[in-house]
């Protein structure tokens, strides 16, 4: 049986920084445990790309990320709500380069790697 313990510590650390007021980086580790995003990918991803709930981003091959029934998928209200809040002004979502959200996750979680997200996603979700 599979824990998900990497998607429980992720949830943890998500709400640490939400508490510290970082909400850049609780949006981006929410999204990396919510969908199956690549994280160069989720960096370059724009408030317009989220409709309502559903993700319609591109993956690395040009293919939008869909699930098993081609449908695109979806994140909560919750983590919609903290990236709409993050730049309000903008449509971009995240700022900063990738190496220095790897730093500050590395810093409070130093076993949790951002990548792993994506792969026990794929592991949790896919039959």
């Not at 449509?91 to 130093?110: E, P, Q």
Request: proline share 2%; glycine share 6%; with cysteine.
């Amino acid at each position: 049986m599979y824990g998900y313990t990497k998607a429980r510590r992720a949830k943890r650390l998500m709400r640490l920084f939400i508490e510290k007021g970082w909400q850049e980086e609780a949006a981006l580790i929410g999204l990396l445990y919510q969908t199956p995003i690549r994280i160069r990918e989720a960096l370059q991803l724009k408030k317009s790309d989220i409709d309502g709930r559903e993700i319609a981003v591109s993956g690395e091959f040009g293919a939008c990320y869909a699930d098993q029934n081609g449908k695109p998928y979806r994140i909560t209200r919750q983590l919609r709500n903290l990236i709409d809040s993050v730049n309000k002004n903008s449509d971009t979502i995240f700022t900063k380069k990738m190496n220095s959200y790897v730093l500050k996750c590395n810093r409070y979680d130093r076993t949790l790697r951002l990548h792993e997200l994506r792969r026990e996603y794929i592991v949790r979700h896919v039959p």
